[in-house]
């Protein structure tokens, strides 16, 4: 009886925990939808990417020095581990240098839904591996994604800037490798320590390209600035989160969270940048985010 009980105890709470999991994601998503309009503020005021990451990159640092000579965590990565993060490390600077480049290239909304190809990618990475398997449902929902990718860049496809485009596909390949890169090979490991040992990395290359350039676009006004500094705290505290997220629930229930991203931001970007979408193209994006919805679901069966 006491047995039973227990169980019933048990399995009741189950649930809790994976509620209370979901929550990294969903901030992290909150915060870069911010962060995603802040960019258009801060490009407007004369700040350039390479500038926006190097800059950012040694805040961050400098914060999770000192956050973790504070706060050490229980365990530091063994040298396998580190070897990893290191290269999560480089990817992220690809992801990031790719996506924020599409930003700056093209209109918000279109970037962050073209983007936003990474939840597909990573379940046909996760089968290709074999980590899963995907049914005829999940390649349905799929083609469905791809094919209102198509219908919302379509009336526009002579407008936009390819390189845009194929800076966030670019983009999306990257963090899908480091979403399953992170699930297989640190799984229970301290986020902090993985965002510290991907971020010295990344800030170096940001910063020897820097030098290479030689040149330095800093905001012109008061407003850049502040944008600058707020997106530095959105997207810092968002890639925090999302390692949180990835190591708790896995990532595939992350990237299926992360899906309120586009939708936050392409509500958003109309609202507050005054961007422009045809009916058509808000029918394609709207089909889109569902079908992306739809894909992680049926995936979970």
């Not at 919302?152 to 670019?170: P, T």
């Not at 800093?218 to 997220?245: D, E, K, Q, R």
Request: glycine share 8%; hydrophobic share 60%; proline share 4%.
């Amino acid at each position: 009886m006491q047995t039973t009980q227990a169980h019933r105890v048990s399995a009741a709470a189950q649930p809790v925990p994976r509620l209370g999991g979901m929550v990294p994601a969903l901030t992290a998503a909150v915060s870069f939808s911010v962060a995603d309009i802040l960019l258009k503020v801060i490009y407007a005021s004369g700040m350039d990417v390479l500038t926006l990451v190097s800059l950012r990159g040694m805040m961050v640092v400098a914060f999770f020095f000192v956050w973790l000579r504070i706060s050490p965590p229980s365990r530091w990565h063994t040298q396998r581990e580190r070897v990893v993060a290191v290269g999560l490390g480089v990817l992220f600077a690809m992801t990031m240098f790719g996506l924020l480049k599409s930003i700056a290239m093209l209109p918000v909304s279109i970037a962050i839904l073209a983007y936003f190809i990474y939840p597909l990618l990573t379940g046909i990475g996760a089968a290709i591996t074999g980590v899963e398997r995907l049914g005829w449902r999940a390649l349905l929902t799929a083609v469905v994604a791809f094919l209102s990718l198509g219908l919302m860049l379509g009336q526009q496809i002579s407008e936009l800037s390819w390189m845009g485009l194929a800076f966030a596909f670019g983009a999306a390949v990257c963090r899908v490798i480091s979403l399953l890169g992170t699930r297989a090979w640190l799984a229970g490991t301290d986020a902090r320590v993985t965002t510290w040992y991907a971020m010295v990395p990344s800030t170096i290359l940001f910063l020897m390209a820097s030098a290479f350039v030689g040149e330095w676009h800093v905001p012109h006004n008061v407003a850049g600035w502040a944008a600058f500094f707020a997106a530095a705290v959105t997207t810092t505290l968002s890639t925090l989160l999302i390692y949180m997220s990835t190591n708790t629930v896995g990532p595939f229930r992350t990237a299926l969270v992360m899906n309120l991203e586009p939708l936050l931001t392409l509500i958003l970007s109309m609202i507050l940048l005054g961007e422009v979408l045809t009916p058509i193209q808000l029918l394609g994006a709207a089909t889109m985010i569902g079908a992306l919805c739809a894909f992680q679901f049926v995936r979970g069966k």
